[in-house]
């Protein structure tokens, strides 16, 4: 009597006989002969498998969880099945140690920030190595790192303390700005202001030096008789005032004794 076996595509049938391999078939109809064999099936089929909450220890002694997916198939049936009681398993623990290795040379901040390169580094270091389990890791992933919760909590802080560190002293620039303006602006008012009052000054000096010029352009105009004129005005002065005495060199008395108006006005102040 015999059996019949329908193996599925992509699939491969391993035959037992009582129990020992005998032999591979490939997908579509297989006959064996039951009691005495047996088709144990085996998928050759890409296959995902998600490795979630592995603690890693980076290189600064900080706990990270780590989430890895990997994409496996079965390269040799026999292999897998026969020459290790759990392949997949085996596999596993084979990427977790070099994901172990990897990540422990790395500080905390450089492993988060280098998710692409720890891919890198673990699909090398995997490489052919699952070929003893009958296995090909065709693509590995590191979808998550998250460090443990005390870490994240003390980072938490830190990028507060470094917010409110940067708040500081934006402030600070602020208020030393404002009083950089405020200091640059009083400058600027005492200078315009002594720039004026030193215009004013020279203003006052320029029209003093004018009237002086205009005065002495005048003099040098008049003749003598304008100044004998002047100064017998000025002797007219002296004789209604209480002055008493007039001193004067000889030819200057000489001089104005000619002037019959000077005489009397000298008269009236000697008779005082």
């Not at 005998?22 to 085996?42: M, T, W």
């Amino acid at each position: 009597m015999l059996g019949f076996k329908v193996v599925r595509q992509n699939h491969v049938g391993l035959v037992e006989t009582l129990g020992r391999y005998s032999r591979e078939v490939n997908a579509g109809l297989s006959l064996y002969i039951p009691i005495f064999q047996k088709i144990r099936i085996v998928n050759l089929a890409m296959i995902p498998l998600s490795l979630q909450g592995y603690s890693v220890i980076t290189k600064d002694n900080a706990e990270v969880q780590t989430t890895v997916t990997l994409n496996y198939h079965v390269t040799n049936a026999k292999k897998f099945e026969y020459e290790n009681s759990d392949s997949v398993e085996s596999m596993v623990q084979l990427v977790r140690g070099h994901l172990r290795d990897i990540i422990g040379k790395l500080d905390l901040n450089e492993a988060l920030g280098s998710t692409s390169k720890i891919n890198a580094d673990l699909s090398i270091a995997i490489g052919d190595l699952t070929d003893t389990y009958g296995i090909k890791v065709d693509r590995v992933n590191i979808d998550e790192l998250k460090p443990s919760a005390s870490i994240t909590e003390s980072m938490e802080k830190q990028i507060r303390a470094d917010r409110e560190k940067t708040a500081a002293i934006a402030k600070a620039n602020g208020d030393a700005k404002s009083i950089e303006i405020e200091i640059k602006a009083k400058n600027e008012a005492t200078v315009t202001s002594a720039k004026a009052e030193a215009e004013a000054i020279k203003a006052k000096a320029d029209a003093r030096a004018y009237e002086i010029k205009k005065l002495n352009d005048t003099l040098a105009t008049v003749d003598s008789k304008y100044l004998t004129a002047q100064q017998i005005q000025a002797f007219q002065s002296l004789a209604g005032s209480n002055t008493n005495t007039v001193v004067m060199d000889k030819d200057s008395i000489g001089k104005y004794a000619d002037v019959p108006v000077t005489a009397r006005v000298m008269n009236q102040m000697v008779n005082k």
